[in-house]
């Protein structure tokens, strides 16, 4: 049983190191490298694209037994470039209205940074119940909620025109899950704060330079 349960593990990790690579990539591009929003993004697909690449090549050679010529390469790196680039347009440009909680929601998705959408939509996928309940602000909207309003807040427009931040609901779903969820974020780089406001929430944030110490 110990094989198959570290066959499996074995397996996943292959499948996830990908999308690893490409968000976890892109944050550090943008945090330790201080790249531009679509620059950093660029990065980590770059990044995923070269290991299908060699995933490619891989399982070529252990089924035929042949080296490839730079040719067949050249291919592999279009179609891997191709599929990369297909899924982060999809991932930043796409939200259902089912993970959005109201129209205004979803409308701010494009508000967000791309790396932060990008994350949020990867996880779309092995999570389908995920939502989001709130994304931009102004200050006026935390005094609509009755709490004190931020002069500095990840929510609000950064100096490169993004929302660094999201919350997302964690009422009604076991801890367990929680917990995971926040393990994903913090393993791809994101900052994650669990705390109530207005409901039970999970907020999510990007690393901004306008405010450093701010979640």
């Not at 094989?3 to 976890?24: D, S």
Request: with cysteine; hydrophobic share 45%; proline share 4%.
């Amino acid at each position: 049983m110990w094989y198959w349960i570290y066959q499996f593990l074995k397996l996943f990790a292959l499948l996830a190191l990908p999308f690893i690579l490409l968000i976890r990539g892109a944050v550090y591009f943008h945090i330790h490298q201080a790249w531009s929003p679509w620059v950093a993004l660029l990065g980590g697909a770059l990044g995923a694209a070269l290991l299908l690449v060699l995933y490619l090549t891989f399982i070529h050679g252990k089924l035929t037994g042949r080296v490839v010529g730079g040719g067949v390469l050249k291919r592999r790196a279009l179609l891997a470039g191709f599929l990369v680039l297909g899924y982060c347009i999809h991932g930043v440009v796409f939200l259902s209205s089912n993970n959005a909680k109201g129209e205004q929601v979803q409308r701010e998705f494009t508000r967000l940074h791309p790396i932060l959408r990008l994350g949020v939509s990867t996880l779309i996928f092995l999570d389908p119940a995920l939502l989001i309940t709130d994304a931009s602000r102004q200050p006026e909207d935390y005094r609509k909620m009755g709490l004190p309003t931020k002069t500095r807040s990840l929510h609000y427009p950064q100096s490169n025109g993004y929302v660094h931040a999201i919350d997302l609901r964690t009422r009604g779903h076991g801890e367990w899950r929680n917990a995971l969820l926040k393990g994903y974020f913090r393993l791809m780089g994101f900052r994650t704060l669990r705390h109530g406001g207005t409901a039970d929430h999970l907020h999510v944030s990007l690393f901004s330079r306008d405010a450093p110490g701010a979640l």
